[in-house]
């Protein structure tokens, strides 16, 4: 079993801390008011999930790189990962600055430690401190994150050259989580199957790339940063009209989160988009009678394609 493997195969249930016995914080310790502190916010779940995936993706930097997986870094990104998960969650969460370590929490110093691989390297300053442990799994799209008190009796012997240890077997028992194996907000290009990906990323022109995208990714949300990862290009708005444009002589339709979009989402049982997403799918007329999730518009049904009909022009939308 893998480090990462051990990290997020063991939970109780995903999204929802553990009811396992862990070793209690010692008397006097900080650690319960940092996690009450935290299982006040709102949303929490969410808002990790989401400063996670930001700080992946703003990492991976898609729109300029056209990269969609963190194994595609460079060392130095990944060191920098940690620092980026560090800034987005200070923002998020509306932290300030501890004195000797990353963040004030309800007046107590915590430490921010990100890890990709479950295994975390505390240095010498967070002795005795509280540390906010996250990691996250972009490819099996689960994160963690729990809170835990550096003491000596958790931590390996051995250090690396900077003298930085990782936490022990045993001193896992030790970290309150927040949440263990909860779910990340997917990478839409990471998660294609590797055929699909390969015709998108393969073409030339970043616009074809994004027309393919569509053409190939149907009833399923399409998030901005898959967009401009397959274009990379920076105006996802643009690329998504012009592919409505260009793909609509092919019977498919780029729907979004205003106008007519909710009313043709609902009626064919689509994935609903917030702003800044969208959802495609190939329409042909219905046939009459036809007892199939469909819309109406300018007096024609349509209903969603099967694979086997010919194709037929799109409907004119107000998108």
């Not at 056209?66 to 923002?91: F, H, N, P, Q």
């Not at 975390?120 to 401190?129: D, N, T, V, Y």
């Not at 936490?167 to 990478?187: M, P, Y």
């Not at 839409?188 to 970043?206: C, E, H, K, V, Y």
Request: charge should be neutral.
């Amino acid at each position: 079993m893998t480090n990462d493997d051990a990290l997020f195969s063991d939970q109780d249930v995903p999204g929802v801390i553990p009811t396992r016995p862990h070793a209690g914080p010692a008397a006097g310790s900080l650690l319960p008011g940092v996690a009450e502190w935290f299982s006040r916010q709102s949303n929490l779940e969410n808002r990790f999930s989401s400063a996670l995936r930001q700080s992946i993706d703003e990492v991976l930097d898609g729109q300029r790189t056209g990269r969609y997986d963190v194994d595609d870094l460079e060392k130095t990104e990944k060191t920098y990962l940690g620092t980026k998960v560090e800034i987005v969650c200070r923002a998020e969460f509306g932290l300030g600055h501890g004195e000797k370590i990353d963040y004030r929490v309800s007046g107590v110093e915590v430490d921010s430690k990100f890890s990709l691989t479950g295994q975390w390297m505390i240095p010498r300053e967070a002795m005795g401190h509280i540390c906010l442990l996250m990691a996250a799994d972009d490819k099996k799209s689960t994160f963690s994150a729990g809170l835990v008190e550096i003491s000596e009796e958790i931590l390996t012997r051995g250090g690396n050259q900077d003298g930085k240890r990782s936490i022990s077997k045993a001193g896992r028992d030790s970290i309150r989580w927040l949440f263990r194996g909860s779910h990340l907000r997917e990478n839409l290009i990471l998660q294609l199957d590797p055929g699909t990906r390969n015709a998108i990323m393969s073409i030339a022109a970043g616009q074809g790339r994004v027309d393919e995208l569509f053409r190939s990714v149907q009833g399923k949300v399409v998030d901005r940063n898959a967009v401009v990862t397959a274009g990379k290009q920076l105006d996802a708005p643009k690329r998504v009209r012009d592919s409505r444009k260009r793909l609509a002589s092919e019977g498919v339709i780029i729907l979004g989160h205003q106008n007519e979009s909710p009313r043709i989402i609902n009626s064919l049982e689509l994935p609903a988009p917030s702003k800044g997403e969208w959802v495609s799918v190939r329409v042909v007329p219905a046939h009459p009678g036809e007892d199939v999730p469909k819309f109406s518009s300018h007096g024609i049904e349509y209903r969603v394609a099967e694979p086997g009909d010919l194709m037929s022009p799109a409907p004119i939308i107000q998108y």
